[in-house]
């Protein structure tokens, strides 16, 4: 709480806020109400808005998180007046506090990043996050996580929050930047046209294509080396993509790698074999996985799936938080918390445990886990 707090000072310092924190009749900054939201998500007790409402009356809470207790009719009108840019920044500014991972040199300059996107269930009443039909003729109503993680890092970098209806290639392309590199599945390897504008862009890709769907135009044959048949590649091409001229990709190299299923993946990359040999293509498409992994983390393991707040602003800001919370459970315990560690935390956070008994639990788990890794 105590490293949130100073980050918020840092970057609120410098924005302009909503003219309702300047009201002399208003006793709480946007300090207080985020903080009492991400207490509201460490918590296993507190479940509602109301709850968090209450539980702000209590004296600890008010010493370590909002100084004071807070109204609903203030708590709620509070996710209104606090724009997710502000939180992006934060988000932001606590990733940076990561420590640096050592990285395979012959991935050059390039930031790898896994890219996708995960739908979080929105209630019945929340009817702007309708987004289409549903099982049964039952209305779908969703908000979707649109996510870059660092693969090498293994660390969230960049967020969006949208209504479930939003396309994914849509927002990921409000967010391309050079220098980036990204890693997709089939969902962002469909659209063609994309792979020029991505290179325009000054940005690297590996992307999986739709394998009974893809027109590949071989150009040229490019050899395999003895490791990339090691991992898998069968086959490596420099080729057209696309049945017409008009939907035509740019020049792109294509890796075949099988797979124990028995069918070809096929991937598409717009760098060449000697600034990304094909057994880094398969690596990096394999680690892709860790992002499907993170938004499992969110939702079961921190608990993400439960709305505090139901606006389309609300629940911006409670995923903002929760990824904030995860990067911080990062810092604190040096990777993401498994369910045992998260267990103690809130234990801890009860009273129940004692903080040597909190650290000594959690060396414990670390060194567990690393045995078992090594194993």
Same mark, same amino acid.
């Given at each position: 709480?105590?490293?949130?707090?100073?980050?918020?000072?840092?970057?609120?310092?410098?924005?302009?806020?909503?003219?309702?924190?300047?009201?002399?009749?208003?006793?709480? *900054?946007?300090?207080?109400?985020?903080?009492?939201?991400?207490?509201?998500?460490?918590?296993?007790?507190?479940?509602?808005?109301?709850?968090?409402?209450?539980?702000?009356?209590?004296?600890?809470?008010?010493?370590?998180?909002?100084?004071?207790?807070?109204?609903?009719?203030?708590?709620?009108?509070?996710?209104?007046?606090?724009?997710?840019?502000?939180?992006?920044?934060?988000?932001?500014?606590?990733?940076?506090?990561?420590?640096?991972?050592?990285?395979?040199?012959?991935?050059?300059?390039?930031?790898?990043?896994?890219?996708?996107?995960?739908?979080?269930?929105?209630?019945?009443?929340?009817?702007?996050?309708?987004?289409?039909?549903?099982?049964?003729?039952?209305?779908?109503?969703?908000?979707?996580?649109?996510?870059?993680?660092?693969?090498?890092?293994?660390?969230?970098?960049?967020?969006?929050?949208?209504? *479930?209806?939003?396309?994914?290639?849509?927002?990921?392309?409000?967010?391309?930047?050079? *220098?980036?590199?990204?890693?997709?599945?089939?969902?962002?390897?469909?659209?063609?046209?994309?792979?020029?504008?991505?290179?325009?862009?000054?940005?690297?890709?590996?992307?999986?294509?739709?394998?009974?769907?893809?027109?590949?135009?071989?150009?040229?044959?490019?050899?395999?080396?003895?490791?990339?048949?090691?991992? *898998?590649?069968?086959?490596?091409?420099?080729?057209?993509?696309?049945?017409?001229?008009?939907?035509?990709?740019?020049?792109?190299?294509?890796?075949?790698?099988?797979?124990?299923?028995?069918?070809?993946?096929?991937?598409?990359?717009?760098?060449?074999?000697?600034?990304?040999?094909?057994?880094?293509?398969?690596?990096?498409?394999?680690?892709?996985?860790?992002?499907?992994?993170?938004?499992?983390?969110?939702?079961?393991?921190?608990?993400?799936?439960?709305?505090?707040?139901?606006?389309?602003?609300?629940?911006?800001?409670?995923?903002?938080?929760?990824?904030?919370?995860?990067?911080?459970?990062?810092?604190?315990?040096?990777?993401?918390?498994?369910?045992?560690?998260?267990?103690?935390?809130?234990?801890?956070?009860?009273?129940?445990?004692?903080?040597?008994?909190?650290?000594?639990?959690?060396?414990?788990?670390?060194?567990?886990?690393?045995?078992?890794?090594?194993?």
């Amino acid at each position: 709480m105590e490293e949130f707090l100073a980050v918020l000072e840092r970057v609120f310092g410098d924005q302009a806020l909503h003219p309702s924190f300047e009201d002399v009749r208003r006793r709480l *900054g946007p300090d207080h109400y985020l903080s009492l939201f991400l207490f509201g998500l460490f918590n296993p007790v507190v479940r509602t808005m109301r709850g968090l409402c209450q539980a702000s009356r209590l004296e600890r809470v008010q010493r370590e998180v909002c100084e004071r207790s807070v109204s609903l009719g203030s708590f709620s009108e509070a996710q209104h007046l606090i724009t997710a840019q502000l939180l992006e920044e934060v988000f932001g500014e606590v990733s940076k506090q990561l420590p640096p991972v050592a990285s395979d040199a012959r991935l050059g300059q390039w930031q790898w990043l896994a890219r996708d996107g995960s739908l979080f269930a929105a209630l019945p009443r929340m009817a702007w996050a309708l987004y289409g039909a549903g099982k049964s003729g039952a209305a779908n109503r969703a908000v979707r996580l649109h996510l870059s993680l660092d693969i090498l890092e293994d660390k969230p970098v960049e967020a969006a929050v949208r209504m *479930g209806k939003i396309s994914e290639r849509k927002v990921w392309r409000e967010q391309w930047k050079k *220098g980036h590199a990204y890693v997709g599945d089939r969902a962002f390897g469909q659209e063609y046209k994309l792979f020029g504008q991505l290179e325009v862009a000054g940005c690297a890709f590996v992307l999986r294509l739709r394998e009974q769907q893809c027109v590949i135009n071989v150009l040229e044959e490019i050899p395999l080396s003895e490791a990339d048949r090691r991992a *898998g590649v069968s086959r490596q091409a420099w080729a057209h993509l696309g049945c017409k001229a008009r939907y035509r990709s740019v020049r792109v190299r294509v890796v075949w790698i099988q797979t124990q299923e028995g069918g070809p993946l096929i991937l598409v990359t717009n760098l060449s074999a000697d600034d990304l040999p094909a057994e880094l293509v398969s690596m990096l498409y394999r680690q892709r996985w860790k992002i499907e992994l993170f938004f499992r983390w969110v939702k079961c393991i921190l608990g993400a799936r439960h709305w505090l707040a139901e606006s389309p602003s609300g629940v911006a800001i409670q995923i903002y938080l929760a990824l904030i919370a995860a990067l911080l459970l990062q810092i604190y315990t040096g990777r993401k918390p498994n369910k045992r560690m998260m267990e103690l935390l809130q234990l801890h956070q009860m009273g129940i445990a004692t903080e040597p008994e909190l650290a000594a639990g959690l060396e414990r788990e670390r060194l567990r886990l690393a045995a078992r890794k090594k194993d």
